[in-house]
Structure formats: structure tokens, C-alpha cells
């Protein structure tokens, strides 16, 4: 699992000793992550690998079968002589994890049980741009029902809810600072959507899209464990996870990973945020289309787009047929994505740099121009050893990191469920 770093509001104790429910907290996860870990195995093993009394060790699998969240499975034998000991498992499945990301143009969905199994995954082709943020917030709604109650009758109620957002995200306070692609300011989308949920009372979380899709790849990608890696997102705009020694970097404010508008051409097209010459307005999907299909825009002046799979795999067919101006504007796509990777790639250092989205789907005509390019600009040149990657987790990277950034929570908080709703931040705990 990825390493978080608690944030300064999250140090509240000062150093000094935990107090009873913080410890007997702590102790609940620490088992929990014990039998994630290991699987099923007896309370006295539990005591004897985690140093926990097996007075505690008791107590606490008791609240734990209480709550669901484990589940005994039968008896092993210490030795050929001696009492059998009842063995336990991590259960949860009953708790579920509900992932969300509002794209420009869809929402995906990822809602899992605390085991990982998947119980509902689907995306919805939306025009979020289109119709502004509070008919998004109400589909967002409508939308997140329907999945929710497609959980329960799967058996599992969502123990959290996190949505991931295309722009600069305030996590601790579920509020889209900017969304430039979509044209949302100061959103508070926690608030609402909680609104929109009405008596449901799940807790809503809100994350920025690119960090949770590094999430995704960090534990289930193509590079999954990779302690410096970064992950692009390859929509209408692009954004970057980064993750450093193993921990996903947030900075100051939450607001680190936006390189889709580091600045690359000063005499370039003017990006969604303002500015002129953004690296997206070069890599984003919309930037592709423009230049390969000049009498159809994506994503851009309002124009409806169609579901971003689907026209990835149109532009795939088109190179497979032979097309040449689709050849060339895929080539100086990437080589565009090879000079601000190896922009990335002097800051960073990473191992890999995994591409999702449309890169991903063309990444045989994509990577090796990006490659070529990174390799002659990095400045450390075959020193680095860094490369490009196509992401195997498709445009459902964000969601599953969602749904993951959920998971995690309830394992350092059992008691966030079958108790009190969650009081505090899921997110933003980061470097």
C-alpha cells in the first residue's frame, strides 16, 4: 500500500501519548492490516507477529467480528498435540467502496467490497462542460444512487465515497478550486453531492483525478510498486500523480501534479486555464483531434464530445488503415509527450512514466517517438533509465484509485464503520 505521510492537521497530539480510543484505533488497524496482509490466521498468531497482548488481540477481534469486517473460517493446530485455535480472515463483505470521476465528457464509476471484489464498474458518457456544474452536481447525484443502490443489492453499503476531478482539488474541504477544462471555481462539491445524497449519509470526498489514477497504478498497474514513478492522464487535458519513494506527492496545498500546464510554446494555442502554450494544449486529446481532423474539435468551444474510448479507438482504426496525416499528428504528439516527460524526468528522476488514456490506447504509435525525444533531452541521458509505459487499467484508473483511497481509509479506521459516519479527511494526506 502506498505511504502517506499525515498531514500538519493530522499531528494534533503534539508528541504526546495516544489516549485510550486512538490506541485501541490504532490496534484495531493494526490487526486489520495483519490479516490483509498474511490471510487467515489464529489470534495467537496475530499476538505473537504484532506484540499485541493476547488479552487485546482478543478484545479487539471481538469488536472487529462485531463491526463485520472479519470472520472466523474454521481451525488450525498448533503442533501435532494441543487446542485447536479458531482461525479468522479479513471479511468486509459487506462494506463497500464507492470510486467516482466526472470527466469533461463521462463519469466512471468503480464500487468494490473491502476484499477488492468488483461490484459494479461502468462509465456514463456526460457532457460535464457542457451543462455546468450544478447540472453536473445533480447528475453526479442521480448517477451515484443508482450505483449505490446497486451495491446494497450486491450486498455491501459504501463505508465512503471518493470523486475524483479533473483540476486543482482542496481535499481536506471537498472544494474544486479550479477546474479549468470544466469551468468550475470554488466548487464545494463535497457539500453537494452529500446534499444530492440526502438520507443516504455516505461520506463524500473529493480528489484530483490524476493523483488517484497514480494511486491505481502504484497498486494495481502496470508498474505497480514502483517507488518513483509518475502517471499521465491522457484526456481532453493531462494531468500527472507523482510518487516519490513510494509516497504520492501533494505539496504544499494539495495542488502538485499539474503539468499539463507546464508552460512548453510560448507562440502556442491558448490552454483551457488561460494561458498560452500549456504542454496539454500539444497532448491533450482535444489537441490531437484538432490537428489530424481539422473539421471536428473534441472537447473544445463547447462542442459535444463522444465518448473518449470509442474516438481513441477510431483514431487506432484510421492508423491501421493507413492513414498518413493521422500517422504525423500522433508522431509530433509524441514527440511533445517526450520533451515535457523529460521535463518530468530532470525534476523527478522516476523509474517509469505510465500513460492512461488515449495515450495508452496508441501507444504503439505514441511511445516510441516520446521515448526517442525524452532520451535526447533528459539531462542525464542513459543514466536515467527512465521509460514510458502504456497503462493497462484504461480510462477507469481514476475510479479504481478512488475506490482504493477508500479501502485504505477504513483499514487505518475500523471503527469508521458500524459506528459514528466518518469525521474525518480521507484525503489529503500526502507529502
Given at each position: 500500500?502506498?505511504?502517506?505521510?499525515?498531514?500538519?492537521r493530522?499531528?494534533?497530539?503534539?508528541?504526546?501519548?495516544?489516549?485510550h480510543?486512538?490506541?485501541r484505533?490504532?490496534?484495531?488497524?493494526?490487526?486489520?492490516?495483519?490479516?490483509?496482509?498474511?490471510?487467515?490466521?489464529?489470534?495467537?498468531?496475530?499476538?505473537?507477529?504484532?506484540?499485541?497482548?493476547?488479552?487485546?488481540?482478543?478484545s479487539?477481534?471481538?469488536?472487529?467480528?462485531?463491526?463485520?469486517?472479519?470472520?472466523?473460517?474454521?481451525?488450525?493446530?498448533?503442533?501435532?498435540?494441543?487446542?485447536?485455535?479458531?482461525?479468522?480472515?479479513?471479511?468486509?463483505?459487506?462494506?463497500?467502496?464507492?470510486?467516482?470521476e466526472?470527466?469533461?465528457?463521462?463519469?466512471?464509476?468503480?464500487?468494490?467490497?473491502?476484499?477488492?471484489?468488483v461490484?459494479?464498474?461502468?462509465?456514463?458518457g456526460?457532457?460535464?462542460?457542457?451543462?455546468?456544474?450544478?447540472?453536473?452536481?445533480?447528475?453526479?447525484?442521480?448517477?451515484?444512487?443508482r450505483?449505490?443502490?446497486?451495491?446494497?443489492?450486491?450486498?455491501?453499503?459504501p463505508?465512503?465515497?471518493?470523486?475524483?476531478?479533473?483540476?486543482?482539488?482542496?481535499?481536506?474541504?471537498g472544494?474544486?478550486?479550479?477546474?479549468?477544462?470544466?469551468?468550475?471555481?470554488?466548487?464545494?462539491?463535497?457539500?453537494?453531492?452529500?446534499?444530492?445524497?440526502?438520507?443516504?449519509?455516505?461520506?463524500?470526498?473529493?480528489?484530483?483525478?490524476?493523483?488517484?489514477?497514480?494511486?491505481?497504478?502504484?497498486?494495481?498497474?502496470?508498474?505497480?510498486?514502483?517507488p518513483?514513478?509518475?502517471?499521465?492522464?491522457?484526456?481532453?487535458?493531462v494531468?500527472?500523480?507523482?510518487?516519490?519513494?513510494?509516497?504520492?506527492?501533494?505539496?504544499?496545498?494539495?495542488?502538485?501534479?499539474?503539468?499539463?500546464?507546464?508552460?512548453?510554446?510560448?507562440?502556442?494555442?491558448?490552454?483551457?486555464?488561460?494561458?498560452?502554450?500549456?504542454?496539454?494544449?500539444?497532448v491533450?486529446f482535444?489537441?490531437?483531434?484538432?490537428?489530424?481532423?481539422?473539421?471536428?474539435?473534441?472537447?473544445?468551444?463547447?462542442?459535444?464530445?463522444?465518448?473518449?474510448?470509442?474516438?481513441?479507438?477510431?483514431?487506432?482504426?484510421?492508423?491501421a488503415?493507413?492513414?498518413?496525416?493521422m500517422?504525423?499528428?500522433?508522431?509530433?504528439?509524441?514527440?511533445?509527450l517526450?520533451?515535457?516527460?523529460?521535463?518530468?524526468?530532470?525534476?523527478?528522476?522516476?523509474?517509469?512514466?505510465?500513460?492512461?488514456?488515449?495515450?495508452?490506447?496508441?501507444?504503439?504509435?505514441?511511445?516510441?517517438?516520446?521515448?526517442?525525444?525524452?532520451?535526447?533531452?533528459?539531462?542525464?541521458?542513459?543514466?536515467?533509465?527512465?521509460?514510458?509505459?502504456?497503462?493497462?487499467?484504461?480510462f477507469?484508473?481514476?475510479?479504481?484509485?478512488?475506490?482504493?483511497?477508500?479501502?485504505?481509509?477504513?483499514?487505518?479506521?475500523?471503527?469508521?464503520?458500524g459506528?459514528?459516519?466518518?469525521?474525518?479527511?480521507?484525503?489529503?494526506?500526502?507529502?
Open positions: 500500500m502506498i505511504q502517506r505521510q499525515p498531514s500538519v493530522s499531528a494534533g497530539n503534539g508528541g504526546q501519548p495516544l489516549g480510543a486512538s490506541l484505533r490504532a490496534n484495531l488497524a493494526l490487526v486489520l492490516r495483519h490479516l490483509r496482509d498474511e490471510g487467515p490466521c489464529s489470534r495467537a498468531d496475530i499476538a505473537d507477529s504484532t506484540g499485541l497482548h493476547r488479552a487485546t488481540v482478543s479487539l477481534m471481538a469488536e472487529l467480528l462485531e463491526r463485520g469486517l472479519v470472520r472466523e473460517v474454521g481451525t488450525e493446530r498448533a503442533g501435532a498435540i494441543g487446542r485447536p485455535r479458531r482461525a479468522v480472515a479479513l471479511d468486509g463483505s459487506h462494506v463497500g467502496a464507492l470510486g467516482m466526472i470527466n469533461v465528457d463521462y463519469i466512471a464509476v468503480h464500487g468494490t467490497d473491502l476484499s477488492g471484489r461490484l459494479v464498474e461502468r462509465r456514463i456526460f457532457d460535464a462542460m457542457g451543462h455546468g456544474p450544478d447540472r453536473s452536481l445533480v447528475e453526479l447525484g442521480r448517477v451515484t444512487r450505483v449505490i443502490g446497486d451495491m446494497k443489492r450486491a450486498g455491501a453499503s463505508g465512503g465515497i471518493v470523486v475524483g476531478v479533473p483540476g486543482l482539488v482542496d481535499s481536506v474541504r472544494i474544486v478550486a479550479v477546474a479549468p477544462n470544466l469551468g468550475w471555481h470554488g466548487l464545494p462539491l463535497a457539500e453537494r453531492l452529500r446534499a444530492e445524497l440526502g438520507a443516504l449519509q455516505v461520506p463524500v470526498f473529493v480528489d484530483n483525478d490524476a493523483n488517484l489514477a497514480a494511486l491505481a497504478e502504484y497498486a494495481f498497474g502496470v508498474a505497480a510498486g514502483t518513483d514513478m509518475i502517471s499521465l492522464t491522457g484526456e481532453v487535458g494531468g500527472g500523480g507523482i510518487i516519490v519513494g513510494g509516497r504520492l506527492l501533494g505539496g504544499a496545498d494539495g495542488f502538485a501534479g499539474e503539468v499539463g500546464h507546464l508552460p512548453v510554446d510560448p507562440a502556442g494555442e491558448r490552454c483551457g486555464c488561460g494561458r498560452i502554450g500549456c504542454w496539454e494544449t500539444k491533450g482535444s489537441a490531437l483531434v484538432r490537428v489530424a481532423v481539422r473539421d471536428q474539435t473534441y472537447g473544445l468551444d463547447g462542442a459535444p464530445a463522444p465518448d473518449p474510448d470509442e474516438r481513441a479507438t477510431e483514431i487506432a482504426r484510421d492508423l488503415a493507413g492513414d498518413r496525416r500517422a504525423d499528428a500522433v508522431a509530433e504528439v509524441g514527440r511533445w517526450g520533451l515535457g516527460g523529460s521535463i518530468l524526468a530532470n525534476l523527478f528522476n522516476p523509474r517509469v512514466i505510465v500513460v492512461g488514456g488515449y495515450f495508452a490506447r496508441l501507444a504503439e504509435q505514441l511511445i516510441p517517438p516520446a521515448q526517442a525525444e525524452l532520451e535526447q533531452l533528459v539531462v542525464a541521458g542513459p543514466a536515467a533509465r527512465c521509460r514510458f509505459l502504456a497503462s493497462d487499467l484504461g477507469g484508473a481514476a475510479s479504481r484509485g478512488a475506490a482504493s483511497m477508500v479501502i485504505d481509509h477504513i483499514m487505518e479506521d475500523p471503527t469508521a464503520i459506528s459514528a459516519p466518518i469525521a474525518h479527511n480521507i484525503a489529503g494526506q500526502r507529502i
